[in-house]
DNA sequence: CCACGTACGGACAACGTTCTCTACACTGGT
DNA sequence: ACCAGTGTAGAGAACGTTGTCCGTACGTGG
């Protein structure tokens, strides 16, 4: 006979107390416990008290881990981001937590710093958790071998009745079982570089990540888009395409440029914290923000208000990203179908693209 | 007999492969299936690579649930927070996030927006989770049923084999079984104050929390002290606590206070982003910083660098603060006792607080 | 050729719940 | 007085793993 693994003696009192702790102190059986817990059959009055003051005195909790395994649902997602750190994500995260809280569910957190392979690790494990949906947040280095991955893992998680969800990636094509989630990129793009023109400004500086990158590949196809429309042919030279999207790499690049003959009137960052190294730089190089050049961003975080001159820039509505996801994947119908909604985006005019540009 | 739940019917082909399934496609026992898995035992090679085979054709995944209760560890680890919006916050639990990653352990978050009912409530499902320690990340109110609450769960949960961690709030007291790491609030608004009242000012507007919650008491306290030490009486007129730590408040407060007399030459703003309100205030007076009014900031966020001028303010090591809490939750040793940990915090000098006053 | 160690694999209890089935004591209608 | 119905409680299988115990086949040394 198999032995009892937690004797009494290798760890005396240091163990959670048990409905059969509970039944035995009230003097009930397992069932009647169960049911005073979960309130979903009649119980006397008088064997539910017994019942609750025992539950009280030894302060028990039901195991989620045996009550999944009795048949129950775990009552979990999981959400995967690059880094809790930035602001828009962190709305994003905010926005999936406070919806899930309201179904009653919990939120499993992991981070990848951008790796596809801790991602996929992250996946696993909720994967193991039996996460009722798995969110991952932000965009994504798109290639052959990243959407082959995605739509395995989407099959997997559709087969055991979860769901992949994309926050802010593109749909990965026909037939896969996920919900994805965007906000437009490309629309956003498109509108700020047209406001950009429409202030006079014909050379303008793009500073952002790599175009394999997801919401790179967006926004930088809304801003040739827009300057295509509108008569101005794009100077490639004017792309300055790196590989992150910090402060600092803002400011070392915008410096950089302004070290030079300044051949551009105008910066289109990527993203705000970017447009905030640039402004930086701009102004340690001795010239104002938006006299001698325009800055916009994109995301229209906390801080595009705090910046002086304040930041015209993108709204994305990060926290309703993370709403609809939630709402879409948990209250999905039947079908197993792919979901896609895209959310709309608008420019939010402030005083660092304020002037006209001297054409 | 007790019929099978998930028959066959209700829901074809969507449930998870189990490890009989596993074992049934390699033609082996659910035993040797497991030992594969968890690589502790020895298998013979050519059988090791068929139940390979076979996990990989069935996309198998083990259930954690069913792990746990086979006597595994939940290796989750779970952590509680008012906003995960703020970055102050959000740095605590990318430490606490990356160094449980390391153990192996895996994240659950819960917020409250500082509601203490929300708190018990997630403390209450994380210990239905069994995570093997609650870190509860920034300041609380603090009065009697508090640390009642307090220590009934650190006992409740320590007598489970789990702990409480508390992350920049007071110890509870003497036997309560605890660990807290703290910041040093106090200390920190000592150095800064007296870095004011160094540079000529002595009538200092101190913006700020309600004192009943831990953080603000901590800072007052240490802008007393200071004042105190330094010969400069206190006068409690030039305390502006509020109830909230929003930019907005921050706005407001000072505004109000520049419509009247200018009674002051300085700002304590007991947040980074209070002070992000604060002076825009002053700029929207059409005053400036650090000429007609110094600042300065408590928490050193990314933003304190991005205003303009840069933001005086004191840095507390957030990130280190949630990695130190996981060190020393998941690595104590035996011992039950209370734990204890302060970490100093240093002032960061930027230009808002530059010039001499005038006295 | 036999005893014996070694390498491997299977059977089965246990983990803490839930759910279904069954049992029993009343009640009230006939 | 009997039976159906109702309100309440218990017994026990099942969930998917892990760990322990126990076989069996195959060498290998005496």
Redesign the interface.
């Known amino acids: 006979m198999a032995k009892r693994?937690n004797d009494a003696l290798d760890?005396p009192?240091?163990?959670?107390s048990t409905i059969k702790d509970v039944a035995e102190l009230a003097g009930v059986s397992l069932s009647t416990v169960s049911r005073v817990v979960a309130g979903n059959y009649p119980v006397a009055q008088a064997t539910r008290t017994r019942v609750e003051r025992a539950i009280e005195e030894l302060?028990y909790?039901?195991?989620?881990?045996?009550?999944?395994?009795g048949?129950g649902s775990?009552r979990t997602v999981g959400f995967i981001v690059n880094?809790?750190?930035g602001?828009a994500f962190?709305?994003a995260?905010?926005g999936v937590?406070?919806e899930a809280?309201r179904r009653g569910h919990?939120?499993?957190?992991?981070?990848t710093d951008g790796d596809p392979v801790r991602e996929l690790a992250a996946i696993?494990?909720m994967?193991?958790?039996?996460a009722a949906a798995v969110f991952l947040i932000g965009g994504a280095t798109d290639n052959a071998a990243y959407r082959a991955r995605m739509a395995d893992i989407a099959r997997?998680l559709d087969?055991?009745?979860s769901r992949l969800v994309l926050c802010g990636r593109p749909p990965l094509g026909d037939g896969i079982p996920v919900t994805v989630v965007e906000y437009d990129n490309e629309g956003g793009a498109y509108a700020l570089t047209s406001f950009l023109v429409g202030r006079g400004h014909r050379r303008i500086l793009y500073v952002g990540g790599d175009p394999t990158f997801t919401t790179t590949a967006g926004r930088l196809s809304g801003f040739r888009r827009a300057m295509g429309d509108l008569g101005c042919p794009v100077d490639e030279s004017l792309l300055e395409l790196g590989t992150d999207f910090t402060?600092a790499s803002g400011y070392e690049r915008v410096s950089a440029r302004l070290r030079g003959e300044r051949d551009f009137t105008a910066v289109f960052a990527e993203t705000d914290v970017i447009a905030?190294g640039a402004m930086?730089a701009v102004?340690d190089a001795g010239l104002s923000v938006p006299e001698d050049v325009s800055i916009v961003g994109y995301d229209d975080i906390?801080?595009a208000?705090?910046?002086?001159p304040g930041l015209t820039t993108v709204h994305v509505p990060y926290e309703e990203l993370g709403r609809a996801a939630v709402r879409s994947a948990l209250d999905r119908p039947a079908g197993r179908a792919e979901q896609h909604q895209m959310l709309g985006a608008h420019v939010v005019i402030r005083r660092s693209a304020e002037r006209q540009s001297p054409a």
Do not use: M
């Open positions: 693994r760890d009192e240091h163990r959670q302060n909790v039901a195991n989620t881990h045996a009550r999944v395994l048949g775990a880094d809790v750190r602001a962190a709305e995260v905010h937590e406070q809280a919990i939120c499993l957190v992991a981070t696993q494990l994967r193991e958790q039996r997997s087969a055991s009745g402060r905030g930086a102004f906390p801080l208000a705090d910046l002086r």
